[in-house]
Antibody
Framework: QVQLQESGPGLVKPSQTLSLTCTVSGGSISSASYFWSWIRQPAGKGLEWIGRVYTSGSPYYSPSLRSRVTISVDTSKNQFSLNLSSVTAADTAVYYC????????????????WGQGTLVTVSS | EIVLTQSPGTLSLSPGERATLSCRASQSVSSSYLAWYQQKPGQAPRLLIYGASSRATGIPDRFGGSESGTDFTLTISGLEPEDFAVYYCQQYGSSPWTFGQGTKVEIK
């Protein structure tokens, strides 16, 4: 059973870069059929997909965040990371890492496994 | 980008009742790639339904999904106490993947 765990600062100052890491256990981040995503949820609101990465191809980002987002993989640590630059209060949210394994067919957008989420607050 | 509109915003029902949740897509969802998730307070979403009508592993058969064109429905045939939660639809047919705003099923 794959498990995901987010980690990183809970407080980030405006205009700075938000950096989070997702540590994977129970599975290999290098698996060709695994797609790793970041998703966020402002308090009391819905879910927003940020982007995804996999070891066999290029990352893909939501157009609304593309200019500020970088997602990368560290195979030596079995982790993947999110960097979101030039943050504002609008970026305050619970950030989830998620995994699509394609066990149900489909593509990289069906999220079967989720981390527990980590709250990031943007404030001075 | 496909916009998903869920209705109603809140559904107030009693245990044992039938819940019907709707999700309307702004355009056709490729290959019926529509999923439903359940989220309880303080928890991550959990995948319930994929491909519009197939249950994920371990999901009770009281949960069912259907589609008619760009309209999708999640039905819970008899609400159990643990079913009171927020439900989100999500399309994964066209990038960027998008979610609806959610329907809260609360105890009446």
């Amino acid at each position: 059973q794959v498990q995901l765990q987010e980690s990183g600062p809970g407080l980030v100052k405006p205009s700075q870069t938000l950096s989070l890491t997702c540590t994977v256990s129970g599975g290999s981040i290098s698996s060709a059929s695994y797609f790793w995503s970041w998703i966020r949820q402002p308090a009391g609101k819905g879910l927003e997909w940020i982007g995804r990465v996999y070891t066999s191809g290029s990352p893909y980002y939501s157009p609304s965040l593309r200019s500020r987002v970088t997602i990368s993989v560290d195979t030596s640590k079995n982790q993947f990371s999110l960097n979101l630059s030039s943050v504002t209060a609008a970026d305050t949210a619970v950030y989830y890492c998620a995994l699509a394994t394609r066990q149900y067919g489909g593509n990289s957008g069906l999220f079967e496994y989720w981390g527990q989420g980590t709250l990031v607050t943007v404030s001075s | 980008e496909i916009v998903l509109t869920q209705s109603p915003g809140t559904l107030s029902l009693s245990p044992g009742e039938r819940a019907t949740l709707s999700c309307r897509a702004s355009q056709s969802v490729s290959s019926s790639y529509l999923a439903w998730y359940q989220q309880k307070p303080g928890q991550a979403p959990r995948l319930l339904i994929y491909g519009a009508s197939s249950r994920a592993t371990g999901i009770p058969d009281r949960f069912g999904g259907s589609e008619s064109g760009t309209d999708f429905t999640l039905t819970i045939s008899g609400l159990e106490p643990e079913d009171f939660a927020v439900y989100y639809c999500q399309q994964y047919g066209s990038s960027p993947w998008t979610f609806g705003q959610g329907t809260k099923v609360e105890i009446k």
